[in-house]
């Protein structure tokens, strides 16, 4: 009887995790999903500054917490910027200001580095391992950069900072 309840018990615990993993979503459903690297009115932080942005999109059907996700603008150091317990609902959007200056308020998230109009990467990472990565040429002021599917990248003069992506076709 013993054995049967330590077992009933362990198939239990079992049973919760997975139903636990279900419910938080994964990591590896969160996209870089459009980014401006010459931020000239387009978009305010809270102070009113115009710094570049990097927006992340959860493609999941569940919230993810991000706490561990890193992101970088390269690949040399995949740890510069380590979020915080920090959730993404479903099919949310999440802008980070790309400052160089590190700072996490209630309702945003400033990261330790700028993105460089001349062309560079963004790199999402948890673990040492990438789960993202996009590299980009010159960018224009004011002009995005955004995913238009799984592997493909288009300009958009149309900005949609926390929104679906649109694009003048």
Partial sequence: MKRFLCLAAALLLLLSCALA??????LTDIRINEFMASNGNTLEDEAGDTPDWIELYNAGENAVNLKGLCISDGKKNLGKFTFPDWVLPAHG???LFASGEERVTETEIHLPFKLSAAGERVVLSFGGEILDI???DAQEKDVSMARYDERTWRFT???TPGAENQFDE
């Fill in 21 to 26: 993993e279900e419910a938080t979503g994964r």
């Fill in 93 to 95: 959007y999440l802008i």
């Fill in 157 to 159: 003069p149309t900005p």
């Fill in 134 to 136: 996009v590299s980009f």
